[in-house]
């Protein structure tokens, strides 16, 4: 089955720099790619996502890359706050399934110093 | 319009012992999920639903049962529990396949075996 491995598992940055979320899968068919935000004893929440048929999606300070070939996609954060610190998961679905599951990374820990 | 919303917020179950946990969700979705959280484990799928009176295995099924017999409802079953059934709890649901892919989460139940 689909697999997801995510990295790095923390990140600390300095707030105004930039952070960078890698994630790879394994199968070639997953088509749906999204990007859901934990913030500290609260529920996920969907941040931003991604389509196969697209290599890059902005959203303000947030964006990710698709790369099909490689098979891995990247969350990208620029001008870093601390509100943007919190844990961080990849997803890979396909669409073509028809059941809306899941596959979540690991998470990344984002902390941002002020 | 509550979203989704779980029953009870916190649990401690004894080695052995049975319990329900409920999700709740006002949105007139399709489909519903279970997860469990642990650390660096991510998200991982418990069961899952596309519609009422269906049910299907996840990831990590084992240990569980689960019954969506009205739309709004599912249902998560632990018969005997076990300390490796120490978890955060969350469910979810989503539109797809009539709308978006995004899964809208409960705020979670932290149950503790002992």
């Known amino acids: 089955g689909e697999n997801v491995e995510q990295h790095p598992s923390t990140l600390s940055v300095q707030e105004g720099d930039s952070a960078v979320i890698k994630c790879t899968y394994s199968d070639s068919a997953s088509n749906y790619f999204p990007w859901y935000k934990q913030e500290l004893g609260k529920r996920p929440q969907l941040i931003i996502d991604i389509r196969s048929n697209v290599g890059e999606k902005k959203d303000q300070r947030i964006a990710v890359t698709l790369n099909k070939t490689a098979k891995h996609f990247s969350l990208h954060i620029t001008e870093t706050q601390p509100e943007d610190s919190a844990v961080y998961f990849c997803a890979a679905s396909k669409e073509s399934g028809n059941t809306g599951k899941l596959i979540f990374g690991q998470g990344t820990t984002l902390q941002v110093k002020p | 319009n509550a979203g989704v919303t779980q029953t009870p917020k916190f649990r401690v179950l004894k080695t052995g012992q049975s319990m329900t946990l409920l999700c709740a969700q006002d949105?007139?979705?399709?489909?519903m999920y279970w997860y469990r959280q642990d650390p660096g484990m991510g998200l991982r799928l418990i069961h899952y639903s596309v519609g009422e009176g269906t049910t299907a295995k996840g990831e990590v099924p084992d240990g569980y049962n689960v019954s969506r017999l009205k739309k709004q409802n599912f249902l998560l079953g632990l018969e005997s529990a076990a300390p490796s059934q120490t978890s955060v709890y969350f469910c979810?649901?989503?539109?797809?396949?009539?709308?978006?892919?995004?899964?809208?989460f409960g705020p979670g139940t932290r149950l503790t075996v002992t």
């Open positions: 979810a649901s989503s539109s797809h396949p009539s709308g978006s892919y995004e899964q809208y």
């Open positions: 949105m007139n979705h399709e489909y």
